[in-house]
T-cell receptor, first 112, second 114 residues
Framework: RKEVEQDPGPFNVPEGATVAFNCTYSNSASQSFFWYRQDCRKEPKLLMSVYSSGNEDGRFTAQLNRASQYISLLIRDSKLSDSATYLC?????????????FGSGTRLSIRP | NAGVTQTPKFRVLKTGQSMTLLCAQDMNHEYMYWYRQDPGMGLRLIHYSVGEGTTAKGEVPDGYNVSRLKKQNFLLGLESAAPSQTSVYFCASNKRTDNPYEQYFGPGTRLTVT
């Protein structure tokens, strides 16, 4: 089983719609969680951190469910420019350091 | 600031050839990383460095070597390229005092090994 799993999509939704996708993680000791955005043939960029109480940044809301071991990303009023691949990132304690695991990404396509 | 830059952007190698990928950052970051990204696999850490003169293995280090002789540069070497090393390679960096997961990525190097 992969340590971090995401539905690869693609999610194809009309502009203005609300879309949500989840990311599950297998290690219950995972400490920190993030969403990165990656445009086609570009590098990943940090979108937002995910806090235990949930957090919002404009049209984006991130939530963490430790009991079920998943994080989610909700995008409201989606724009054409939201089309990208969204990578889930999890930090897992490892020996005296930690390791960062990237999910393989969920592809989102917003249509006019 | 140029941020994180990578050279070359594209390269085609024959099996058995060697090459070095260069990553440079002008943000005075202590930490630097090399990842590879393959379809359906996500980004996987090859090697990383927490400072000049230090390197450590990541998740998939076999077949690669690295050096960090200067703080701003992190080199990734392939001594004898194999088709399994066909991938997109990303370099990343961050400051030691930053959220360590807020990494700044370079634009990537697309490598094909035939």
């Amino acid at each position: 089983r992969k340590e971090v799993e995401q539905d690869p999509g693609p999610f194809n939704v009309p502009e203005g719609a609300t879309v949500a996708f989840n990311c599950t993680y297998s290690n219950s000791a995972s400490q920190s969680f993030f969403w990165y955005r990656q445009d086609c043939r570009k590098e990943p960029k940090l979108l937002m951190s995910v806090y235990s109480s949930g957090n919002e940044d404009g049209r984006f809301t991130a939530q963490l469910n430790r009991a079920s071991q998943y994080i989610s990303l909700l995008i409201r009023d989606s724009k054409l420019s939201d089309s990208a691949t969204y990578l889930c990132v999890v930090n897992i304690p490892y020996s005296s350091a930690s390791k960062i695991i990237f999910g393989s990404g969920t592809r989102l396509s917003i249509r006019p | 600031n140029a941020g994180v830059t990578q050279t070359p952007k594209f390269r085609v190698l024959k099996t058995g050839q060697s090459m070095t990928l260069l990553c440079a950052q002008d943000m005075n970051h202590e930490y630097m990383y090399w990842y590879r990204q393959d379809p359906g696999m996500g980004l996987r850490l090859i090697h990383y460095s927490v400072g000049e003169g230090t390197t450590a293995k990541g998740e998939v280090p076999d077949g690669y070597n690295v050096s960090r002789l200067k703080k701003q540069n992190f080199l990734l070497g392939l001594e004898s390229a194999a088709p399994s090393q066909t991938s997109v390679y990303f370099c990343a960096s961050n400051k030691r005092t930053d959220n360590p997961y807020e990494q700044y990525f370079g634009p990537g190097t697309r490598l094909t090994v035939t």
